[in-house]
Nanobody, 124 residues
Framework: QVQLVQSGGGLAQAGGSLRLSCAASGQTSGTYSMGWFRQAPGKEREYVASITWTGTTYPAESVKGRFTVSRGQDKNTMHLQMDSLKPEDTAVYYC??????????????????WGQGTQVTVSS
């Protein structure tokens, strides 16, 4: 059974930076892709970025050039470096993982495992 544990996040000022991490425990396959989603109060869950098991990254347009998704050398850890933060980035951020291939990583339902969520608050 795979479990995802998130760390990082918190409070930052607009223009500042935060870093999120997500560690996968348990048996992950060699084709394990991971992603980040976020959900602001009163809004639907939104895709942020993903990274495939080969290391290819897919940031959403809303964060492109500001957020960087990466994986650790052991491939079981994923990071989200968030720079140039804006108040509209305020949300609960969730990491997710899947060993399915050939799927849309921007779709939440395609993921099998989810982290516990981490609050990110950006003040203006």
């Amino acid at each position: 059974q795979v479990q995802l544990v998130q760390s990082g996040g918190g409070l930052a000022q607009a223009g500042g930076s935060l870093r999120l991490s997500c560690a996968a425990s348990g048996q992950t396959s060699g084709t394990y892709s991971m992603g980040w989603f976020r959900q602001a109060p009163g809004k639907e869950r939104e895709y942020v970025a993903s990274i495939t098991w080969t290391g290819t990254t897919y940031p959403a347009e809303s964060v492109k050039g500001r957020f960087t998704v990466s994986r650790g050398q052991d491939k079981n850890t994923m990071h989200l470096q968030m720079d140039s933060l804006k108040p509209e980035d305020t949300a609960v951020y969730y990491c997710a993982g899947t060993d399915r291939t050939g799927i849309g990583l921007g779709i939440a339902n395609n993921y099998q495992h989810w982290g516990q969520g981490t609050q990110v608050t950006v003040s203006s």
